[in-house]
């Protein structure tokens, strides 16, 4: 099965809504990064965020390792927020880490 | 300026044939990694490397084959493509090959016919 579960799998807000955006993970992991990409558009790091809650203006994230799982809070939503929220896992082993991804949320934001 | 080149960023192949896939880092970084992205998949690790070596390579197939020439250079060579291969390409880069964050280039759009 899927090692990084993203939920929901797309979401509709108004302007000025807020989302929370869930990651649970089925096996332990040592950090996770959290990513913003538009369509047919790159990853850009939102947070790297090993634990605890860190914020970066209208956007929190907030981990918990030992519960396996991650949010990211969006607040009072632009259209300019919309596209795909992915999270990863960072695994990491005898060879180093890699990142293993979720499947993403797909945001869209109406006015 | 972009930080990670990826050249080119679409690129059209038949089936059959072989394609190079290139990748620069220009953040100083020591590690690098590629990641394919398929249509409704979850982004897949491929390669990682470190100081130019290999260090993890999760690609079954020896079709895809990294190559290293400098520091800041990892690209990816494939060969006897399938249509199953199209997809996008991403290379990723970090400052060392543990804890932390990746950074990733525009990726490489590739479709096979």
């Known amino acids: 099965g899927q090692q990084v579960q993203q939920s929901p799998t797309s979401l509709v807000l108004q302007e000025g809504e807020n989302a929370e955006l869930q990651c649970n993970f089925s096996t332990s992991l040592n950090s996770m990064q959290w990513f913003y990409q538009r369509p047919g558009g790159s990853l850009i790091s939102v947070f790297y965020n090993p634990s605890g809650t860190k914020q970066s203006g209208r956007l929190t994230s907030t981990t918990v390792i030992k519960e396996r799982r991650s949010s990211l809070h969006i607040s009072s939503s632009q259209i300019t927020d919309s596209g795909t929220y992915l999270c990863a896992m960072e695994q990491r082993g005898s060879s180093g880490n890699k990142l293993i991804f979720g499947i993403g949320t797909l945001l869209s934001v109406k006015p | 300026d972009p930080k990670i080149i990826q050249k080119p960023k679409y690129l059209v192949a038949v089936t059959g044939s072989e394609k190079i896939l290139i990748c620069e880092q220009y953040l100083g970084h020591n590690a690098m990694y590629w990641y394919r992205q398929s249509a409704k998949k979850p982004l897949e690790f491929m390669f990682s490397?470190?100081?130019?070596?290999?260090?993890d390579n999760q690609t079954a197939s020896s079709r895809f084959q990294p190559q290293s020439s400098k520091k800041n250079h990892l690209d990816l060579q494939i060969t006897a493509l399938k249509p199953d291969d199209s997809a996008t390409y991403f290379c990723?880069?970090?400052?060392?090959?543990?804890?932390?964050?990746?950074?990733f280039g525009p990726g490489t759009r590739l479709l096979v016919l």
């Open positions: 490397y470190s100081y130019q070596k290999l260090m």
């Open positions: 990723a880069s970090s400052q060392d090959h543990s804890q932390d964050t990746q950074y």
